[in-house]
């Protein structure tokens, strides 16, 4: 069964540091640019302009008890080979990465399927799916229930600013992190990011390859990410109750 993330630590560094450009950092160095790349990266020299960024992630700190949310979806489809085609929904979409079961035409359910990526129409409607395994299915009620269960977590990264312009570049961070400017870059670039708040910098010199010592600054950024797992739910449509009555039933 997969079990997907809506929001991951590579998408996160990528929204991060591509606010962090937007901050029009300055380079001690006429012509050049301020890179922000990111850390715990072997094998790979360090950056060659006289200023940069390093992005470290730090801590995950969980703000809060799971929420979940439970959806029913079923649609009307029908499966060649490797290519599953909804022709219409019945309720809620067609999720992408989660089991499919489907009616059998002589009662019960055939083996699950899993759907691997939508290959055309709208986002999760009515179109095509790549499915896993192979088999083939004439056109049927199908059904796909999701768990989404949320965690809210406080993360946080620590930017090494590095560069004789390192104080004044930090200074530009602590500043615009606290600022309704981060908060509407985030929501530019896509990203369900909220920053909360930036630590005091603190200046820690960094011996280089060849120890010699660099100026550098350091400051962590924490903010706000909701990131949700989704799992398989199952639903019923009938309940075929049997009534017993307490009367015929022994008791020890």
Request: charged letters at 15%; aromatic letters at 8%.
């Amino acid at each position: 069964m997969a079990v997907p993330i809506s929001i991951t630590e590579a998408q996160i560094f990528a929204a991060l540091g591509a606010v962090i450009e937007q901050y029009s950092l300055t380079s001690s160095t006429a012509g050049q640019t301020v890179p922000v790349v990111l850390g715990q990266t072997n094998r790979v020299p360090q950056v060659r302009q006289s200023d940069f960024c390093v992005m470290w992630p730090i801590s995950r700190i969980r703000l809060a008890q799971n929420i979940v949310d439970l959806f029913d979806n079923s649609f009307t489809g029908s499966v060649t080979s490797n290519v599953l085609t909804v022709s219409g929904l019945i309720e809620g979409d067609v999720p992408v990465g989660q089991p499919v079961y489907a009616t059998s035409t002589k009662g019960g359910i055939v083996p699950t399927f899993l759907t691997i990526q939508q290959l055309t129409g709208p986002a999760q409607g009515i179109g095509t799916y790549s499915t896993t395994p192979s088999q083939d299915l004439t056109s049927r009620v199908m059904y796909s229930g999701v768990a989404d269960h949320m965690q809210k977590i406080e993360f946080t990264a620590q930017v090494d600013v590095h560069g004789p312009a390192s104080a004044d570049n930090c200074t530009r961070i602590s500043t615009l992190w606290r600022d309704q400017f981060t908060v509407d870059a985030f929501r530019d670039f896509g990203i369900e990011v909220s920053p909360l708040y930036a630590q005091d910098p603190k200046q820690m010199p960094f011996v280089n390859e060849q120890m010699q010592t660099e100026n550098r600054w350091v400051v962590d950024l924490a903010m706000q990410i909701n990131p949700v797992v989704s799992t398989t739910a199952q639903f019923a449509d009938e309940l075929d109750a049997t009534v017993t009555s307490v009367e015929t039933v022994a008791t020890p």
